[in-house]
C-alpha cells in the first residue's frame, strides 16, 4: 500500500517573521497580492467607501489597486476633497445598457412563446368545436392512424383497462368486506 499521508500541512497559522530567501519573498508576495485585493474589495464594498492602495513589492515594484478607480480617486485627492466626475457614470449606464439589452431580448422570448402558446390554444379550440378533439382519442378511426398513433391509442386503452381492473378489485374487496361482518 502506497504512503497516504498528506503532501502539505494545510492551512495553519503562519508565523510573521522576515522572509530571508529573495525568490521565497517574491513568490510569498505574488501569493498575496490577490488576496489583499480581495480583501480590499470587499472592504470597500461592506463600507461603502473609495478606496486607493498602493504596496511595493520586494522588487521595489508599485502595485495598485482603487475602487472606483486609482484615477478618480488620485484626482480628488489632488483637487483637495472635490468631488471629480469621472468616467464612473459612463461604466454604471454601459453596465445598465448591457442589463437591459438582456432584460429585452428575455422579453422578447417570453412573449415569442406566449404567442406560440395562445396560437395552440387557437388549434386546441379549432379542434374541440370540430369534434377532433384529442381528448377524445377513442372516437378517431382506426385506418386514419399512423403506426405511432396506433401505439399511443393501444397504450391509452391499456391504461383504462388496468385503471378499471383496478377499481373493481378494490370494490370487490370492499363488496366481500361488508359480506363477512354481522349486521
Known sequence: MANTG?????????????????????ITFSKRRLGIYKKIDELSILCGNEIFFIIFSPARKPFTFGQPSIESIANRFLNGNIHVIDNTCALIEAHCTVRINKLVKLYNEVQSQIDASNETQKVLAQQITSGTDSNRWWETPIDQLNPRELYERYSHF???????????????????????RSW
Do not use: V
Open 158 to 180: 391499456s391504461k383504462l383497462l388496468n385503471l378499471y381492473l383496478s377499481e373493481q378489485e378494490d370494490c370487490n374487496r370492499f363488496f366481500n368486506g361488508c359480506s363477512n
Open 6 to 26: 498528506k503532501k502539505t500541512r494545510g492551512k495553519q497559522k503562519i508565523e510573521i517573521k522576515m522572509i530571508e530567501n529573495q525568490d521565497d519573498r517574491l
